[in-house]
């Protein structure tokens, strides 16, 4: 017997009638959206937006709910609406293929994320503020952004996910900051930028000539720069160098030969040329003294000829004091010296100093630059105003004692790119928030400071009282986080001699102090909520696990905690390693040395090869595979790796060697791939095999020669019964066989082959094998030797009901779905009987004189519309309008008869 349930709503059309009749009216207007868009969802489903209407043309639309608007799934989508604003910290949400068109407007704090499909934009972007651009870290997801950048206020657009962001259009006039955090920033299209942040594990690559003369880039240790094409800027600093002005600029052959840098420059062309302006100056003049606080009205700050004692403008040959004191009058405290309060602008005077608690404040957005800035101990530096600011020339503090940097309210933050310069007696810098007081952790780290300068000799102690303190270069330092503060490494730091302290608030969680981990540190110890760590090697992932109070949830899971002047960093790979020695090849490792069990080892997006030996032993303490990398395998017998760890994305391709021992563990989210890739090849793993329920499938190919009569001897066989994976088998290119599969579930391909070793049980898998699409006879192919148990079975199209199927009536019914050699009795068990769904999200229109019902359809289940004009007595539904049958997603059902007012309809459901 048939199921059958109908839909909660009763429709009646003529009241709504007319209210759609009054809608039609209604101007072009500003439509807000009215909730997040979840997986699924898209910007054309008029649930979303407070008019209850689709974006059309005329009106402007606001995403103010702090979550998604996503682009629909299809390809080449245009949004119907004028523009589409991002504002109050919402996200939007890339998940079309090809290329969406689209006017966008970020509002400050607002997030563009990949998160699927083609990474394709057209159309305008502006707005003001910041903007963060997430490619989704550990998946290959680019970005091209053909998008005109229109002239705006975008402070700085933050770029981040390991992939790579292609900005295109070469009319953009973009003036603000590139921070490149984790990721590759290229294109013709970056506009006229002030400045280029690169960070360690990020490459900068301009496609066409870039000529700013008062730009500054910054290649933090480990960070790429392709030099291509020339280019002409004020300042570079590369790996902590600070180019100076050289005639005829650098060109890339001489960069490349730098014995310090010249491996940012790899793929650089010898003949482009990089042009720097950047020239120290060391002339000296009068000593200028400030006469009064440059308080919040004075607008031109330190350009005010009022506020020095000579009456003039600033001059080049001048060195110029706040030392808080005016001779004519009383002592003051605190006196500000200020930057001008809107652009950038740099100081016109040999010198700035900041003594007797003066405060050096900087005003609104923009980069700001002193040559020769001095801060003594008990003065600071204090942002005045803005979301957005960066400081560069070169900053020297001096005296004995601390050195504020404030950052005085949530949403300010500044960049230091100067040039740093400590007295040894210079003991603290500290980190604060002035003007307003955070409640939680989240809040504080909404201000705070960047250091990424290239040169920095402090080795005092950095304290973290609240705000956030981020960079690419803290000098020789230790730290202290305190409530509310947050310490985040950009790059690898390395100072055995640092202790790093992060305290919990003993009363409220949410106000801990917290350490962000995105690269590798070494400290010689450690205190993380009061808890001291023993001397060893502890990743992100280990971190989040054990100390999670004190821990930022977006700390790198491989990132490395070291603790102990005993304890070594990780080592990284850093090319394809070459057939014959594979591993042991010192020269494909950073540390130049051929790997030793003092060290844990990293490959990431490089080949990594076993030796051409009988059964290696891998001698790292670990070997970890990252960032798409994969592990080939040219060894013969059983190559053995002792805590090997891969993520997804990654791949082991089976060439001459066939066996893997050790202990294997699959960690990340998305799809991991165990490659034969040619006919004939086997693939066997002996090791213990740990996956993370994070990963969602396992693929099973071979990616080069492969002929379908060669399913039976090409794959990939399990052993250990104790596989800890739960996700989706994808058997794409021949056999996946063995023991040890886990509890997970089953699609094999046309071309693909399953043989699963054992008895199988897991009444929540799901059995998929396809058919050939261009010949129905022939199709993927299963072994049934063991008795099975799943929820679904999909056999060559065809889904079973619920019971028990013996050998012999699958080979019977299904032929080559099922091998010949399967067991006549073995018997495939399905558990799953479908319930019939709920029919939510229903809307309703009418199109002339039709009624059209619109809801969210599964594809096992045949809808119907009835109509009855009576529903005091039991109705007898006499009129069948319209039935849809297989369709899953959001559909239309339109009645083929003239809706009546008087009428009364709902949609029933049924299992096909």
């Not at 890339?94 to 966008?104: S, Y």
């Not at 010198?351 to 700001?368: E, Q, R, V, Y």
């Not at 009576?870 to 049958?885: E, G, H, K, S, Y």
């Amino acid at each position: 017997m048939k199921q059958s349930r109908s839909a909660h709503q009763l429709l009646r059309i003529g009241a709504w009638s007319t209210a759609l009749a009054f809608g039609l009216g209604a101007q072009a207007a500003d439509i807000y959206q009215t909730a997040n868009m979840p997986i699924n969802t898209n910007w054309e489903m008029s649930n979303f937006w407070d008019n209850a209407e689709s974006p059309s043309a005329g009106n402007d639309y606001f995403n103010a709910t702090g979550n998604d608007t996503r682009s629909p799934t299809g390809n080449d989508p245009v949004f119907g609406g004028d523009s589409l604003t991002i504002t109050n910290g919402s996200r939007f949400q890339m998940k079309h293929g090809g290329t969406a068109t689209v006017n966008l407007i970020f509002e400050d704090g607002s997030r563009m994320t990949h998160g699927g499909g083609g990474g394709g934009l057209d159309g305008t972007i502006t707005g003001d503020g910041s903007l963060t651009i997430d490619m989704v870290s550990g998946q290959t997801r680019n970005i091209t952004i053909n998008s005109l950048i229109e002239p705006n206020t975008l402070s700085s657009i933050t770029v981040l996910g390991e992939s790579i962001l292609t900005v295109a259009n070469s009319a953009n006039t973009y003036t603000g900051i590139w921070n490149v955090a984790s990721a590759t920033l290229k294109g013709e299209g970056l506009g006229q930028a002030s400045a280029f942040i690169v960070g360690g594990t990020s490459t900068l690559d301009f496609d066409a000539g870039f000529t700013n003369t008062s730009a500054d880039i910054s290649i933090s240790s480990g960070g790429n720069f392709i030099l291509d094409q020339d280019v002409e800027v004020f300042s570079a600093s590369i790996w902590g160098i600070a180019l100076t002005n050289k005639t005829g600029g650098y060109t890339g052959a001489e960069l490349k030969a730098d014995p310090t840098f010249g491996t940012a420059f790899v793929g650089s062309s010898d003949d482009s040329t990089l042009t720097v302006h950047y020239t120290p100056q060391v002339v000296v003049g009068d000593t200028i003294y400030q006469i009064a606080n440059m308080s919040a009205v004075a607008t031109d700050g330190w350009n005010d000829t009022n506020f020095w004692d000579n009456g003039l403008a600033l001059i080049a040959t001048n060195d110029y004091i706040n030392n808080n004191f005016n001779p004519t009058s009383v002592n003051e405290i605190a006196w500000d010296t200020r930057t001008p309060a809107s652009g950038s602008d740099t100081f016109g005077g040999h010198s700035l100093t900041m003594t007797n608690g003066a405060n050096f404040a900087i005003k609104n957005n923009g980069p700001w630059t002193v040559d020769n800035l001095y801060i003594w101990a008990g003065s600071s530096i204090r942002l005045a105003g803005g979301s957005s600011s960066a400081l560069g020339g070169a900053l020297n503090l001096k005296g004995t004692g601390s050195v504020d940097l404030n950052a005085g309210a949530f949403g300010r933050m500044c960049t230091i790119s100067s040039l740093m310069y400590a007295d040894p007696t210079i003991s603290n810098i500290v980190i604060n928030i002035g003007e307003t007081s955070p409640t939680n952790t989240t809040q504080a780290m909404t201000a705070g400071f960047a250091i990424n300068s290239a040169l920095n000799d402090f080795a005092g102690l950095w304290i973290v009282e609240a705000g956030l303190l981020k960079g690419n270069n803290f000098g020789n330092g230790s730290f202290l986080v305190t409530d509310m503060g947050v310490l985040d490494f950009d790059y690898s730091y390395i100072n055995a001699s640092a202790d790093l302290r992060v305290e919990a608030n003993p009363t409220n969680a949410a106000q801990n102090g917290m350490l962000l981990l995105d690269s590798n540190v070494q400290v010689g110890s450690a205190t993380l909520g009061g808890v001291s760590l023993p001397e060893g090697s502890y990743s992100g992932a280990d971190l989040k696990a054990t100390y999670g109070a004190v821990i930022h949830e977006d700390t790198s899971d491989v990132a490395v905690l070291a603790v102990g002047a005993s304890i070594a960093l990780p080592v990284y790979q850093t090319g394809n390693q070459p057939t014959g020695p594979g591993w042991t090849d010192p020269t494909t490792w950073d540390n130049n040395m051929a790997p030793t069990n003092l060290f844990a080892y990293i490959n990431g997006n490089y080949e990594a090869r076993s030796p051409n030996v009988s059964n290696p032993v891998f001698p790292g303490l670990s070997f970890t595979i990252i960032d798409n990398g994969y592990l080939k395998f040219r060894h013969a017998g059983t190559a053995t790796i002792s805590n090997l760890t891969m993520y997804a994305g990654t791949e082991i391709v089976a060439v001459t060697g066939n066996q893997l021992d050790g202990d294997l563990t699959v960690k990340g989210s998305g799809s991991f791939t165990f490659d034969t890739q040619d006919d004939g090849r086997t693939l066997t793993i002996l090791s213990p095999v740990t996956v993370d329920s994070t990963v969602t499938s396992i693929v099973i190919t071979c990616s080069n020669a492969y002929e379908d009569s060669e399913r039976n001897a090409t794959g990939t066989t399990l052993t250990d019964t104790g596989n800890t994976f739960t996700g989706t088998w994808v058997v794409d290119k021949g056999y996946l066989s063995g023991p040890g599969l886990g509890l997970g579930s089953f699609h094999v391909k046309e071309t693909g082959y399953l043989s699963i070793g054992a008895a199988y049980s897991n009444e929540t898998a799901d059995l998929t094998i396809d058919v050939n699409p261009t010949n129905s006879a022939t199709g993927g192919q299963m072994l049934l030797e063991y008795d099975m148990t799943v929820s679904k079975a999909t056999i060559w199209g065809t889904q079973l009901d619920a019971g028990e199927y013996t050998g012999a009536y699958l080979k019977s019914t299904f032929g080559d779905a099922f091998d010949a050699a399967s067991s006549d009795t073995a018997v495939l068990k399905v558990t799953f009987i479908p319930d019939i769904p709920e029919i939510g999200d229903i809307e309703y229109t009418t199109s002339g004189s039709d009624l059209v019902i619109g809801f969210v359809a599964t594809n096992y289940v045949s809808y119907t519309i009835l109509a009855d004009d009576n529903l005091v007595l039991d109705p007898a539904w006499p009129f069948t309008v319209t039935n849809i049958v297989g369709v899953n997603g959001p559909v239309a059902i339109t009645n083929d008869t003239s809706a009546d007012p008087n009428m009364f309809y709902k949609v029933e459901a049924e299992l096909d």
